[in-house]
């Protein structure tokens, strides 16, 4: 598993996800709006509300749940494919949030990057790999809120750890 210890040199590891990319794209058309994670988050909701969740317009006209989306199981082999690597490189822990005011920024830092998922109609993913290389203005637009993002949401953090 030495493979899992080195760091590839970049211009290799970009050639190879721009090939990737084309291959993907050729194959399955454009990836948008974190559909594996929406529809999980569907079939999660169907589980415990039942026929209720049809009284929710977004699952019942937009986003009807299905198991068999494709999406699904994509999300479910990057995760898959992160956890081996991490594995591999025997650089796996799980850290467990001490503090409540710990949990409560994951929660609204999450709830924030599901919104903005829905408001920019695009994936993280698919913004990297799909509009970046498209010269898509749209992509650029959602790369910068992506890291201007991150970067004010590590000052909150950080401030919250210091007090």
């Not at 990836?31 to 988050?41: A, F, K, Y």
């Not at 490189?89 to 924030?112: C, D, M, Q």
């Amino acid at each position: 598993m030495e493979f899992f210890k080195k760091t590839l040199d970049p211009v290799i590891a970009l050639a190879a996800i721009a090939i990737l990319d084309i291959f993907m794209f050729l194959i399955v058309g454009a990836w948008t709006v974190g559909g594996g994670e929406t529809m999980m988050t569907g079939l999660m909701a169907q589980a415990v509300l039942g026929d209720d969740l049809e009284r929710i317009p977004f699952w019942n006209i937009v986003f009807k749940p299905d198991a068999g989306y494709w999406k699904i199981y994509i999300s479910l082999g990057m995760l898959f494919g992160a956890f081996v690597g991490a594995v591999a490189s025997k650089e796996f822990y799980l850290r467990v949030p001490r503090r409540l005011s710990e949990w409560v920024l994951i929660t609204i830092g999450g709830l924030l990057m599901g919104v903005g998922i829905r408001l920019a109609f695009v994936c993280n993913v698919s913004t990297f790999f799909g509009l970046t290389p498209e010269m898509n203005l749209g992509g650029y637009l959602a790369i910068s809120g992506i890291l201007a993002g991150a970067w004010v949401g590590s000052l909150i953090y950080k401030k919250i750890l210091e007090s």
